[in-house]
């Protein structure tokens, strides 16, 4: 990932929000407001308002249990997620988004395959306390979690009394509950959620949602409202703050022209901005033909040139053959993205 980053702040140690809630009793309140909506699901922006506590699954496609589908120590996020010791990553199973060029659609959209991936919210924790203790991770990267924020938030409280203290990554599609994401306040730490279209027509036909736009740009403000600006550590590695990800896409169907001038305008010049390359034709892309071949050097260049234009000198750009190295298969042993 080749780096633009320049004028990203630093910080002192500042202890993670959820353990002050945690011993207000806070955390607790919000955790049971959160699993009461449960009953009549309203957690991500379909409303699906089924009882997932008495096991009925909606568009998402999970019930209560969560559905782990992995856990390691990730090295390949942007250099202040994975630092030195990685970043500790749980990939969740289940989707509330049903996109056709899903690189984890192996998790994400098989329903069958994750009901063998169900866990207890003590299995979660004890996952959380494995990634802290043994692995040495630098934080908790909550991968696709908007489904299951009261089960992460069950397993907080339990990991807590055992040491639990890594900041905690929400590491989201951007398709969130602006109501959801407000009961987060003070307790997430970093907010990687991705800037995914700026138009409606292509969140309907590319991922299932037809009110992408307005839900990701909401939840965007929110979390920039919460956490503000990426800050680091003297070591350069994240403490608090929001990193925007967008993938560029062939024939420009990411809208990044309208969306990055949106993120500048409307959220924060200063903001930590992570450009992916990554896109290859996973899936069912093929089923949509300019989906059907990885992006070019003139639409990367396109994107880059943007960058220039709108001044934005914060965060990362992948080089241009990082589809190579971002192809995961979780049907692997341990890590999903080592191959071998």
């Known amino acids: 990932m080749g780096e633009i980053w320049y004028n990203i702040r630093y910080m002192e140690y500042i202890e993670p929000g959820y ?30 308002k089924i009882d997932r506590l008495a096991g009925e699954r909606g ?43 899903c ?26 306390l494995y990634l802290q203790d043994e692995l040495k ?40 509950s602006l109501e959801t994401i407000q009961l987060l306040d003070g307790i997430i730490d970093i907010y990687l959620p991705d800037l995914r279209y700026a138009d409606d027509r292509w969140g309907k036909e590319l991922s299932g949602v037809a009110d992408y736009v307005e839900r990701d740009r909401a939840a965007i403000k929110e979390m920039y409202r919460q956490v503000g600006n990426l800050g680091l550590d ?10 925007v990800r967008h ?47 990885r992006i070019t050097y003139e639409e990367y260049a396109e994107v880059t040139a943007l960058l220039h234009r709108l001044d934005i000198n914060n965060g990362w750009v992948q080089e241009m053959d990082a589809s190579e190295n971002y192809q995961p298969d979780f049907s692997r042993e341990g ?3 080592e191959k071998g």
């Open 137 to 176: 991770c630098h934080n908790i990267n909550l991968v696709t979690p908007s489904h299951y924020v009261p089960q992460i938030l069950e397993a907080v409280i339990e990991a807590v009394p055992a040491g639990f203290h890594l900041p905690l990554v929400y590491n989201t599609s951007g398709y969130d």
């Open 234 to 243: 003297t070591a350069g590695v994240a403490l608090r703050g929001l990193i």
């Open 335 to 337: 890590h999903p993205f």
């Open 59 to 101: 568009f998402c496609g999970a019930a209560y249990l969560p559905a782990v589908a992995s856990y390691c120590a990730h090295r390949g996020e942007e250099p202040p997620i994975s630092g030195t010791r990685g970043s500790g990553t749980i990939f969740f199973g289940n989707c509330n988004m049903r996109c056709l060029y």
């Open 103 to 128: 690189q984890n659609y192996q998790i994400s959209q098989d329903r069958q395959a994750q009901l063998q991936n169900e866990v207890t919210v003590s299995d979660l924790a004890r996952d959380m």
């Open 19 to 48: 353990l002050k809630l945690y011993r207000s009793g806070e955390l607790s309140r919000r955790v049971g407001k959160l699993k009461s909506r449960l009953h009549a699901c309203d957690i991500c922006p379909h409303n699906c």
């Open 247 to 293: 993938l560029i896409l062939p024939e420009q169907m990411a809208g990044s022209e309208d969306s990055l001038r949106w993120l500048v305008g409307e959220v924060s010049p200063d903001i930590a901005l992570s450009v992916m390359a990554q896109y290859y034709p996973a899936h069912r892309a093929h089923r949509v033909p300019a989906l059907s071949r």
